[in-house]
């Protein structure tokens, strides 16, 4: 992969020839994410700040494609930009939604153009009258009570799917008005649809009283759109735990870590279930991202790579969340909310506390004064967590916990976060010391 194309500096200087108007220029260009693929493509998300001729600053998401077949780049190219072309795309942002970087050889796509989403442009300009219609009849209002409707992007994965947050304000006869947040995520297949199911699955598997980890009912999918819609979550995410009050912190990374066990024995009939993840090939592909993006690691990894393939192994004794991140983890009283389950699955739960406790020190460690908050929660989780699951499965959870500390350092580094070169290296170095630990 060409060093250049993660080169900020380089890719701003490139993406300057390519703004629609001569009076705007680029504040800054960062990298989002990355995908390479030996042999195949390499995909690069970049996140760049342009302010135009009245002093007004954008954000806005642009991808590059690069593929090896000789040729092939240009000729994506060619067929997106007539499709651009011909299609009815209301058009105002300071980039083209298609265009061709000599210099770099680049194909690149501006949000909210996707060749495979193809209802993303109507989702994030709020223009997806179903989708706006299902949000208003869940809370009981008429589209002619609505007062404004609010879209902001939240995450997008070039191809595969995309989230907006939907704020609707509603007004009230009296004078008075309300709000209500949803989430609409747009997929480039049909897998929404089984998304949808799982979650309705999930949620009767998790209702009733004395449940402390919940899943949500989906607000509905819209088949045409590939767009499902859901709710916010109540209560406020983990990451925005207050961490001055220590006993505060206890309480809820206990609340957490219980729900967590619960969730695990849980035993749904999952709707399509897919082919049961593994977890030993996603963690070589973990590897692979570190060792391209960070080749100074590329021994410490290889040794850890050598010790999990000794102690690592794929089982299914329980039902896993599969993506568990600070922000997918709600608190309301007692009750623990778990969304984004599109990963969910029958496999190893111990992935889930695994992840958590990687994911909770990953983000602690990145302020130096954290880390011995970092620390504290990874035992909190842990301490909470294994007493309230069968006696035989904490031996599987250090080669687990390895692995989602890699998975982590591999995101860090696909992200190119803020610090991410140290930040990685204190992953690894973590993860080293598991390994390496007496058993």
């Not at 135009?52 to 240009?74: A, I």
């Not at 192994?313 to 709600?330: A, I, N, P, Q, S």
């Amino acid at each position: 992969m060409d060093a250049n194309i993660l080169d900020p500096d380089v890719v701003r200087t490139s993406l300057a020839h390519h703004l629609v108007s001569a009076a705007s220029h680029i504040v800054s260009c960062r990298v989002a994410r990355y995908r390479h693929r030996p042999g195949d493509r390499s995909v690069v998300q970049y996140v760049v700040h342009v302010r135009d001729g009245r002093g007004h600053v954008s954000e806005e998401r642009v991808t590059g494609q690069w593929h090896t077949e000789p040729g092939r780049t240009s000729s994506i190219h060619d067929r997106l930009a007539k499709r651009a072309i011909a299609g009815s795309l209301s058009w105002h942002r300071p980039f083209a939604p298609v265009f061709f970087d000599q210099t770099l050889g680049m194909l690149a796509t501006t949000f909210p153009f996707d060749r495979r989403l193809t209802a993303l442009s109507q989702v994030a300009s709020g223009s997806a009258q179903p989708v706006v219609a299902a949000m208003l009849r869940s809370i009981g209002a008429s589209p002619e009570g609505v007062a404004n409707v609010e879209v902001t992007p939240i995450r997008y994965r070039e191809q595969l799917n995309a989230v907006c947050r939907y704020v609707v304000q509603t007004g009230q006869n009296d004078g008075a008005s309300r709000a209500a947040c949803f989430y609409a995520k747009v997929y480039g297949d049909d897998r929404g649809a089984g998304t949808a199911r799982l979650l309705l699955e999930l949620a009767r598997a998790t209702e009733g009283p004395g449940s402390h980890a919940r899943v949500q009912t989906p607000v509905t999918y819209d088949v045409p759109l590939r767009t499902l819609v859901v709710s916010a979550a109540p209560g406020q995410p983990m990451d925005a735990i207050e961490l001055r009050d220590a006993a505060a912190v206890d309480e809820a990374l206990v609340r957490v870590a219980s729900a967590l066990a619960a969730f695990s024995r849980r035993q749904p009939q999952l709707p399509d279930e897919p082919v049961a993840r593994s977890r030993v090939a996603a963690c070589a592909r973990s590897i692979r991202a570190i060792t391209d993006g960070l080749p100074s690691d590329t021994d410490a990894v290889r040794t850890l790579a050598s010790w999990l393939e000794a102690h690592l192994r794929d089982c299914r004794v329980g039902l896993v969340h599969g993506d568990l991140k600070l922000e997918h983890v709600f608190l309301d009283g007692q009750v623990v909310w778990l969304i984004d389950v599109d990963s969910a699955h029958m496999g190893d739960p111990l992935w889930d506390l695994a992840l958590l406790q990687a994911r909770w020190w990953s983000a602690r460690d990145a302020n130096p004064g954290g880390r011995a908050i970092a620390d504290h929660g990874w035992d909190a989780l842990e301490a909470a967590y294994l007493p309230r699951v069968p006696e035989t499965w904490p031996k599987r959870l250090p080669p687990l916990q390895v692995a989602a500390l890699l998975d982590v350092a591999a995101g860090t580094v696909k992200r190119r976060e803020p610090d991410w070169r140290a930040r990685s290296d204190r992953l690894i170095r973590q993860a080293l010391g598991i390994a390496s630990a007496p058993r």
